[in-house]
């Protein structure tokens, strides 16, 4: 059975920015299911996460959040599940579709993983388009998460860099999560996962995302992809421990919730079978996600 399940990013969504993430979210996933009738499930994934890295909405991308100096350090990762194709970009700056760069590492490359000034050159070698990614709304946007915590809460710089994930936690409405697709064509299951990382995060920092199993996993029939506080996705391979607990036998939305049940750090997940069944779980006030299956035909919204 075909299915498609793609993510905006766990976290607590203002009324505007869902009106106007929400449309996106329902073309990403239109667009990734017509590759899936194409029996492309890999170029699914990739295009409905292209289309959310291209949105301002979201955190991934043009929308990417900035690291505590204003720099934009983005990661992306994609897995299949059989045969196992894994490729992943770190800290890269200037590439306009991380996801993409990913996808070509696992295919067009001996390698899993690259970072930095590697992968953007490997990005040139393969003409991917480029930009200046870092946006007037997210400068704005650092600019006042940065005022208002050392206004309220610390006072100095130096420790509100020792406190960044702390702060996170106790602020969770200044910060938005990263965008996931998974899908299935019935034969293999294929997980992506893009992210502009945690606002104000320290320069040079890596979170779950472009790590496989933590942020992004495929194995046996079951995929998954995580969005939240990274360094609490990392302690517990969330994605890759949930695949596991399918293994064992749990039910896919048993695996969701108990992995997500893990962790005190705001996190969510969505997840697909190979039957073509997709879950989400999370913990955090809302994760808007757009769900097509060949069962049901209609994009149904969940998460809101
Ligand atoms: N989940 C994205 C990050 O923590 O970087």
Request: neutral net charge.
């Amino acid at each position: 059975m075909r299915a498609i399940i793609v993510h905006g990013g766990a976290g607590r969504w203002g009324e505007d920015r869902l009106k106007n993430a929400l449309p996106v979210l329902r073309k990403a996933v239109e667009v990734g299911y017509s590759l899936l009738e194409e029996g492309d499930p890999m170029g699914a994934v990739e295009e409905a996460v292209k289309i959310l890295e291209d949105s301002p909405y979201f955190n991934a991308g043009k929308g990417s959040v900035l690291s505590i100096d204003g720099s934009l350090e983005m990661d992306a990762c994609i897995v299949q599940d059989e045969p196992r194709t894994v490729g992943a970009v770190i800290g890269v700056r200037r590439v306009k579709n991380p996801i993409t760069l990913a996808r070509i590492v696992a295919e067009r490359t001996s390698h899993h993983i690259m970072y930095g000034e590697g992968a953007e050159r490997l990005a040139r070698i393969f003409n991917l388009p480029e930009g200046n990614l870092v946006t007037d709304y997210a400068r704005k946007r650092l600019e006042k998460v940065r005022e208002k915590l050392l206004k309220e809460e610390i006072g100095d710089e130096l420790s509100l860099m020792s406190r960044t994930v702390d702060l996170i936690r106790k602020y969770p409405h200044l910060f938005i999560g990263t965008v996931g697709a998974v899908a299935t064509d019935g034969k293999v299951v294929v997980a992506g996962t893009s992210t502009g990382g945690t606002s104000i995060k320290l320069p040079g920092r890596v979170g779950d995302t472009p790590i496989p199993g933590a942020g992004t996993w495929a194995e046996d029939g079951c995929g998954a992809s995580a969005t939240g506080i990274g360094e609490g996705i990392i302690q517990i391979l969330l994605t890759k421990t949930l695949c596991e607990m399918v293994k064992r036998g749990f039910p896919l939305q048993e695996a969701a919730n108990r992995v997500v049940g893990m962790t005190k750090y705001p996190v969510g997940v969505i997840a697909v079978n190979r039957e073509g069944k997709t879950v989400l779980a999370y913990n955090t006030d809302s994760m808007p996600v757009a769900v097509k299956t060949e069962e049901k035909k209609e994009v149904e919204i969940h998460g809101v």
